[in-house]
């Protein structure tokens, strides 16, 4: 979906009031990524080993996933990591996560947005599937390796940087909204998100 929303519309859909207001204000207080976490290849971090799909994994939902996010790459890019806010709601064996950190400052700092929807086997697939053919339609993807079961990443000039994927039950979403409308975002910003979406995996793994 295309649409003219900027950062701080992008926290108020996650019902996060204030949060793209502290990111203009971030200072070296803010605090740091969960540590330990690992990240892919990228310039500056090591490369770490693939998320590999596999029939027996499960994903159940957590409590503050944006704190365990692994931002290193998207801070060394775009500056200090802020205070996460999140929410989620739960319904039977299915879960709904939405979290979001704002990384850096104003002109060039982000808002990272966590989607995370956990439900029935191989729902993940189903979703991933089924959404991929409507974001194709409206635009070209970039097929991404070494990330769940399948991922894949798309920019869009009003909500940045997106990457997608999935994993037997999981179905995951990472976006970086410039705090600027219409800001240039740094090219290596899509290994920073595959990065935190690797870290995310694996905080949400049963």
Known sequence: MRSGRSAAAVLCGLGIAGLAAAGCTATADAPSPA??????????????????PSP?????????????LDLRTVADL??????PQGRSRTSGNSANLACAVTVGRLPDGVVVTVRADIGAPDSGRLMY??????????????????LGAAAY??????????????????????????????????????????????????????
């Open 35 to 52: 540590a330990g976490a690992t990240s892919p290849a990228s310039a500056s971090h090591p490369s770490s080993p693939a998320t590999r």
């Open 56 to 68: 027996a994994v499960s994903y159940r939902p957590v409590n503050a996933l944006c704190t365990r």
């Open 78 to 83: 775009v500056g200090q990591v802020g205070a």
């Open 129 to 146: 599937e089924g959404l991929r053919q409507a974001q194709e339609a409206s635009g070209p993807v970039t097929e991404l390796t070494g």
């Open 153 to 206: 990443t798309y920019t869009d000039k009003a909500t940045g940087v997106t990457v997608v994927t999935y994993d037997a039950n999981l179905y995951l979403t990472l976006t970086a909204t410039p705090l600027r409308l219409g800001a240039d975002l740094p090219g290596d910003l899509t290994a920073g998100l595959s990065a935190a979406a690797a870290s995310a995996l694996t905080a949400l793994r049963a």
